[in-house]
């Protein structure tokens, strides 16, 4: 008799593992997000369908049952402009970031006033005396101004503000001083992704530009967008990244908006004469051949073979697959990703459905990537 009850006891344990290995399957199966053009297009399972609920989310149901809540993305299906231009990015920071500090004021009396204010390498220096200041020009007649008074100062690090009170040193010409060396532009170049089909509204990059050191989002209060002409390449190696080299042109052709985690946008004067795509969304990219567009010289832009290697994440916000080159062309001239290609729009089966964001420091000829949907969403935010 126990042993009969034992082997229903094992029957029972078994059974219910099976239930639970395959009610863990099917969730497995539904992603707890789910992207699509319409209700009728989402990609679940053949088992399964989705109600919507209204707003941004909905419910699975599993053979006619509710199983779970899943967030629900609806997009328009729109076509795009694909990039591959390379476009120099200009910054003005919202205050002024330090670069260096050292000591100033008359032979034999020096001081560094800016490190005894505890003002270090990066910070963001916001307001002094009272003023915002976020040119060198604003923040040195601050300074030059001050007759050797007390100036309280309200300065930013990694994304958090102090205040301060510096006192600044004449020096042989009776010229107040902090010791301080400031920047109040950024600049670089990248590769637009795409722009859309009226008003000029582009995006590009596929990442925002940060501080070096602590990866904080740049703060800036305007910026402007440049054609760049490429004017050469430093190859990338297995640990040491390469890039493009080259100048922006005379004339800006368009005016940044934001400066984002998944890319920086802007309107452009000047969009290129190109057919619009659609667009894949993130349910319908797979691993497999793609291509790219970028310029890596003076021809232009050219389409180059690469494949998805690996999706990786489709909740991350920016790190979402794996891409790497396989044209022997692109391989050659710069040897795989390189800085400046960063944006470059990625295509599977005719669509636009990512761009390129940043190379693999040990692997040159792979990099990763971010869903075109995920770009579209911060731009929507940035209107």
């Avoid at 539904?30 to 009728?40: G, L, Q, V």
């Avoid at 560094?112 to 505890?118: I, V």
């Avoid at 530009?209 to 402007?224: A, D, K, Q, R, V």
């Avoid at 390469?242 to 890319?263: C, D, H, M, Q, W």
């Amino acid at each position: 008799m126990k042993r009969s009850r034992s082997k229903i006891a094992a029957s029972v344990f078994a059974l219910l593992c099976m239930i639970l290995a395959a009610v863990g399957a099917v969730d497995r199966a539904i992603p707890n997000d789910i992207s699509a053009f319409s209700y009728n297009e989402m990609s679940v399972p053949s088992y399964a369908s989705v109600d919507a609920e209204g707003g941004s989310s909905g419910t699975v149901n599993v053979f006619g049952l509710p199983f779970k809540k899943v967030k629900v993305s609806l997009y328009k299906d729109v076509k795009l402009i694909p990039g591959g231009e390379a476009f120099g990015v200009k910054l003005h920071t919202r205050g002024v970031m330090v670069v260096g500090t050292g000591s100033c004021g008359r032979a034999g009396a020096e001081r560094e006033p800016a490190k005894e204010a505890g003002i270090a390498i990066n910070d963001m220096i916001v307001n002094v005396d009272g003023r915002d200041v976020n040119t060198l020009g604003e923040l040195t007649g601050i300074i030059a101004a001050s007759g050797g008074r007390e100036l309280p100062v309200i300065y930013e690090r990694a994304g958090k503000k102090y205040e301060t009170v510096l006192k600044a040193e004449a020096d042989e010409n009776g010229i107040y001083k902090a010791g301080l060396w400031v920047k109040d532009t950024v600049a670089g170049i990248g590769t637009v992704t795409f722009t859309e089909t009226e008003g000029g509204f582009t995006g590009g990059l596929g990442h925002g530009i940060c501080e070096n050191e602590t990866g904080e989002l740049l703060p800036f209060y305007s910026g402007e967008l440049y054609p760049a002409h490429i004017t050469g390449v430093k190859i990338g190696k297995p640990g040491e990244p390469g890039e493009l080299r080259g100048y922006f042109g005379p004339k800006a052709s368009g005016s940044v908006i934001s400066n984002t985690e998944a890319g920086v946008f802007g309107i452009t004067d000047d969009p290129a004469k190109k057919e619009p795509v659609g667009i894949a969304l993130k349910d319908d990219v797979s691993e497999g051949p793609a291509s790219i567009y970028c310029t890596v010289n003076g021809e232009g832009v050219k389409e180059y073979t690469a494949e998805i290697a690996r999706i990786i994440s489709y909740e991350s916000e920016t790190k979402n697959f794996i891409i790497r080159i396989t044209d022997i062309r692109l391989l050659s001239e710069t040897g795989g990703i390189v800085q400046g290609m960063s944006g470059s729009p990625v295509m599977q089966n005719g669509k636009l459905i990512g761009a390129v964001t940043h190379v693999l420091i040990n692997d040159p000829a792979k990099g990763y990537g971010i869903f075109i949907e995920n770009m579209l969403d911060e731009a929507e935010k940035c209107r």
